[in-house]
């Protein structure tokens, strides 16, 4: 099992950008999927995260800007990022708890999409 994120990139501030993690590999189902930012020297903090069930939570300072969703039939997340300003500038991760098809369950992480917002 494996995420493959996409879709970083050097956009203006109150620019947007959509982030997309595609899970892949031998998966039973996908539980709670979610994304996290870490700027160098900093620890990794929660962005956004989805439960199977389609219920959301965020991180105080994306509300109003940020959407988390999820494609259950293409076992893909994605975050739509809107008004971003420089202080968004990170490297962005996707994380999923994935049960395999050997019912084995686990926490995943993508390789990480660097976002930086000029301003």
């Known amino acids: 099992v494996q995420l493959q994120a996409s879709g970083g990139g050097l956009v203006q501030a109150g620019g947007s950008l959509r982030l997309s993690c595609a899970a892949s590999g031998s998966i039973f189902s996908i539980r709670d999927m979610g994304w996290y930012r870490q700027i160098p020297g900093k620890q990794r903090e929660l962005v956004a995260f989805?439960?199977?069930?389609?219920?959301?939570n965020y991180e105080d300072s994306v509300k109003g800007r940020f959407t988390i969703s999820r494609d259950n039939a293409e076992n893909t997340v994605y975050l739509q990022m809107n008004s971003l300003k420089p202080e968004d500038t990170a490297v962005y991760y996707c994380h999923a708890n994935i049960v395999a098809d050997n019912w084995v369950t686990n926490y995943y992480w993508g390789q990480g999409t660097l976002v930086t917002v000029s301003s």
């Open positions: 989805i439960t199977s069930g389609g219920s959301t």
